[in-house]
């Protein structure tokens, strides 16, 4: 999460690197990513939310933007049952996840 403040300013603004390291560091990590990310409000919404519910701000986003939202979300969740019960890695899982 807090690793987030050595990363590249373009990586800072990645979704699914920014999510991440909110799943980590909470507050922290918004502080460190780039403004555009830091200034959408739904975004951060989102980021910081730790209900494992989808809240209504990021259903105005296009489907795709939602969906790898989503995945970067309950990456932190799922990537540890897929690698250690199933022997299936992250990159593995991520097309067919996306296809869902």
């Not at 980021?47 to 979300?73: H, N, T, Y």
Request: proline letters at 7%; one cysteine or more; a positive charge.
């Amino acid at each position: 999460g807090v690793s987030l403040q050595y990363a590249p300013y373009a990586l800072r603004g990645d979704r699914e690197v920014a999510l991440a390291a909110a799943n980590e560091a909470g507050h922290e990590a918004v502080e460190l990513m780039s403004l555009d990310l830091k200034r959408d409000p739904a975004f951060v919404e989102f980021a910081l939310d730790r209900s494992g519910q989808l809240p209504g701000a990021i259903a105005s986003k296009p489907k795709p933007l939602q969906r790898k939202c989503i995945l970067a979300k309950v990456r932190r969740w799922l990537e540890p049952v897929l690698r250690d019960s199933h022997g299936v890695t992250w990159l593995e899982a991520v097309p067919v996840l996306r296809r869902i």
